[in-house]
């Protein structure tokens, strides 16, 4: 076999998937009616195990929309565990505030408004977990920021590093073409990163997976 997924193995691991409670069932269908990016469900259960794995006691998250990450990430942190999330529209965070008292986990969340760019300087302690999923022309910019943020040993993980399939294509879309580019880019330079063990992984729309060394 010249390939190890195919649609039938794509349909049967997709099978085996957990049923989601209501409250991501109504998440899920908010982002598809209002054409919402959310992190897809392969990568949000994979983020979960690593929140359970490394038991974080600071996280910080870039790019809240819905709250549906971060409502997943709170719920598997630990009692004194918090999680700090930056959003910069206005309108999405009243949806998140609305999911996050829904989800009961408010008191682990503190949603930050306003750009990263300016948000991330002004924050003095370190984290242990860092989620970034933005704008990607500011991936590197925030990137940078991310890394004077996360503690040795911490993790990093980075969604849409495959970028529907764009990064590796050579037949781009025009739509397409800018953000592919600065995907591109910025693949680069966190597999080069030297203070940082990193790796690109096909989950969802590619994750890259770092451990800051």
Same mark, same amino acid.
């Given at each position: 076999m010249s390939k190890i997924?195919?649609?039938?193995?794509?349909?049967?691991?997709?099978s085996f998937r957990r049923e989601p409670d209501e409250l991501l069932k109504e998440m899920e269908e908010y982002a598809r009616e209002n054409k919402v990016p959310i992190l897809s469900w392969q990568s949000a259960e994979f983020i979960e195990q690593i929140i359970t794995m490394i038991d974080p006691k600071r996280v910080l998250e870039i790019g809240t929309a819905i709250a549906y990450t971060t409502i997943r990430i709170a719920r598997n942190l630990s009692k004194k565990s918090v999680i700090h999330t930056i959003e910069i529209s206005g309108d999405?965070?009243?949806?998140?505030n609305e999911f996050i008292e829904k989800?009961?986990?408010?008191? &682990?969340?503190?949603? =930050?408004?306003? +750009? %990263?760019?300016?948000?991330?300087?002004?924050?003095?302690? &370190?984290?242990?977990? =860092?989620?970034? +999923? %933005?704008?990607?022309?500011d991936y590197k910019r925030i990137f940078d920021y991310s890394m004077v943020l996360l503690k040795k040993n911490g993790v990093i993980v980075i969604d849409n590093l495959l970028w529907q399939g764009?990064?590796?294509?050579?037949?781009?879309?025009?739509?397409?073409?800018?953000?592919?580019?600065?995907?591109?880019?910025?693949?680069?330079i966190f597999i080069e990163q030297p203070n940082l063990k990193s790796t690109i992984l096909p989950i969802g729309d590619g994750i890259g997976l770092g451990v800051k060394v």
């Open positions: 997924l195919y649609p039938a193995q794509q349909k049967y691991i997709d999405i965070i009243v949806k998140a989800a009961g986990v408010g008191d &682990k969340i503190k949603l =930050i408004e306003g +750009d %990263a760019l300016t948000v991330m300087p002004r924050l003095k302690k &370190k984290y242990d977990f =860092i989620f970034l +999923d %933005a704008d990607k022309e764009y990064a590796a294509s050579s037949r781009v879309p025009s739509d397409y073409k800018t953000s592919t580019k600065h995907i591109r880019e910025f693949n680069k």
